[in-house]
Each structure stands twice: as structure tokens, then as C-alpha cells.
């Protein structure tokens, strides 16, 4: 018997991990709330909105009726943050079996309360098994089938290894961890630190500020995580170290658009205006700043980023004042 497996959001990382579900030998049902991409998908097996160079094969089906996911045993949440809310409430409406494991793929805040994604997912399913998939994974890339790897997180072990066999393919890896908070706020700060990146491309600072902004990135969500109750090794692996550097260098990162934007001097509205999907580091500075100040942590560099994209401060500036703040040690 063919198993089935589900993906909310059609966007370039839902059609990816369509792609890769499909491939592990699954029925795979993908839910989008626009009928164009549904009956591309299901007429010509192309999502060309979002992954114009992909042959999708014909294991996968897309839908716009949420209620077809009522059966489904697995559900990948993959819509951006800010909408997070609204879907899982739409999900809650259709009378979900408790059995469905719910995993987030979403790397973002919710808006309304601060809450990581599996948070939220535990307060419309408080019954139901979450986990968590979070690493280095541009979507070009996975639906190409590129060599990707990736970490499974739940709080309980035997969820994380059932999740773990579905991406058990010869060019998609996964590692299992406990540490939910740990894997999910890698996922979240990072793309707040790809956006300074893309500043400093666009400044034409070169690869010497670059490399110092990645490192200090890695001390600073360090910092907030263990904060949060996260394991600090967690943070040197594929969630935390792996998707920071990804993130920062790669060109297929809208966040790092977005920043070489800013550093050449366009407006964050310019910016956005040339995206046809979300840079969730944009809001995610602002859901990030909040947290940090909430907990009293010290971070610099989300503190300028939040500065640049929220209280119009220029980037060179940014760069500045970060560069003449008191010495202080390496390890502090």
C-alpha cells in the first residue's frame, strides 16, 4: 500500500519537499490557495510560479480544499510565518485525527505572541506528535535533488525517527534531535543575519567582513538560544552554523537579496517589491529584537538590523557603529 504524505504551502520550499516526499516513494497532496498553481500542477506537473525549472512528478496532486488533508497520517507546514496563525486555525476546522504528526518547516516567528512555530502548532493541536525540519536546504537545490542535509527535532525521539525514515533517500539526509527550540530559532535568527550579509555585498566590503559578521552571527544566536532554554551544541550543527553559512553566501537566499539591496541603497519597499515570496528575515528581525530584549540578551548585530530595517538607519552606519563599540573579549 502506497503511503501518503502532505504539504501545506506551495511555494518553492513546499514544491521541493514535494519533490523529495515523491521521491522516497509517497502519494504526496499539495495545498496552495491559488487554483492556477493547483491545475498547473495538476495538468502539466510544473509549479512555474515558484520552481519554473522542475518536471514534478505524477505522485504529486495539489489542492486548494484544506479538508482533503483529513486523512493524511504526516503534514508539513510550509506557509510563511505571518500567515501561520490563520492556516493552522483552517487545519484545526477539519476534524484532524490526533495520529497525524504535524512537522514545521516554516523558519519564523509568530507575530502576534512571539511563539516558534512548533509552539503554535501545539496550541490548535495540543494532542497531536510535532517535529520540526530545519538545515541548509535551498530549495533550488532540493528540487534538483542535490545533496542535502537536514535535522528532525521532536521532544520525543520515536516521532523524530519515524519522520527521519521518510527522507531516507541517497541525496536527502536527516540527523534526529531533542532540541526543538534549539533547531527552530536557528532557523528564525539566521535569516535576520543573511540580510546583513546582503548588506555587506552591497556595501562592497568583501569576504574579511563578511566572514567576522558570520562568526559574531553564530556567538549572537548562540547567546539567545541558550537564553531560550537551547542546547549550545546545537547551534554548531546543521540548524544553527549549517543554515547560517548557506543562508549568508548563497544566491539563491532572498534575504541576502534583500540586504545587498539595502547595502547599495534601495529602500526596504524597493526591495520588497522585487520578491514574488516572503524574506521572512524582514519580519523576523523585528519578532527577533523583541525577544532579545525581552530576555536581556545582548545582540548587536540583530539590534542594527532591526535599526536598518525598521527605523530607516543606513546601513554604512550600522556598519559603523558596530565597528566602534567598546573592545571587549572574543569569548564574552
Request: glycine share 10%.
Amino acid at each position: 500500500m502506497t503511503e501518503h504524505s502532505a504539504v501545506l504551502g506551495s511555494g518553492s520550499w513546499g514544491t521541493a519537499l514535494s519533490i523529495a516526499l515523491a521521491d522516497s516513494g509517497r502519494e504526496v497532496l499539495l495545498y496552495g490557495n491559488d487554483p492556477a498553481i493547483r491545475d498547473e500542477i495538476n495538468r502539466e506537473h510544473h509549479n512555474s510560479t515558484y520552481l519554473p525549472d522542475c518536471l514534478l512528478s505524477d505522485s504529486i496532486r495539489a489542492t486548494v480544499d484544506i479538508a482533503d488533508f483529513r486523512e493524511m497520517p504526516v503534514i508539513f507546514l510550509v506557509v510563511p510565518s505571518q500567515v501561520a496563525r490563520l492556516v493552522l486555525a483552517q487545519l484545526a476546522g477539519i476534524g484532524l485525527s490526533t495520529g497525524t504528526i504535524l512537522v514545521s518547516c516554516t523558519k519564523g516567528i509568530d507575530p502576534g505572541t512571539g511563539k516558534l512555530m512548533h509552539e503554535l502548532i501545539r496550541e490548535f493541536f495540543p494532542d497531536n506528535p510535532v517535529a520540526v525540519l530545519s538545515g541548509p536546504s535551498h530549495a533550488e537545490e532540493v528540487a534538483k535533488q542535490m545533496a542535502t542535509l537536514a535535522t528532525i527535532g521532536s521532544e520525543d525521539p520515536a516521532i523524530a525517527e519515524r519522520v527521519q525514515e521518510i527522507f531516507a533517500l541517497p541525496w536527502f539526509r536527516t540527523y534526529t534531535s531533542c532540541d526543538v527550540i534549539g533547531i527552530e530559532l536557528g532557523g528564525v535568527v539566521k535569516n535576520v543575519f543573511a540580510i546583513a550579509a546582503g548588506a555587506i555585498d552591497g556595501l562592497g566590503l568583501g569576504d574579511n567582513a563578511k566572514a567576522a559578521m558570520v562568526t559574531r552571527a553564530l556567538a549572537e544566536m548562540t547567546r539567545l538560544g541558550v537564553a531560550l532554554g537551547a542546547k549550545e551544541e546545537t547551534f554548531r550543527g546543521l540548524s544553527g552554523m549549517g543554515d547560517l553559512i548557506v543562508t549568508c553566501y548563497s544566491q539563491h537566499s532572498r534575504n541576502n537579496r534583500v540586504g545587498r539591496m539595502l547595502g547599495s541603497g534601495k529602500t526596504l519597499d524597493e526591495a520588497i517589491a522585487t520578491m514574488n515570496q516572503v524574506a521572512e528575515g524582514v519580519p523576523n528581525a523585528k519578532n527577533v529584537y523583541e525577544l532579545a530584549h525581552k530576555l536581556g540578551v545582548r545582540t548587536p548585530l540583530i539590534d542594527q538590523a532591526y535599526a536598518v530595517l525598521y527605523e530607516n538607519k543606513l546601513p554604512a552606519a550600522a556598519l559603523r557603529e558596530l565597528l566602534e563599540r567598546d573592545p571587549r573579549s572574543e569569548t564574552d
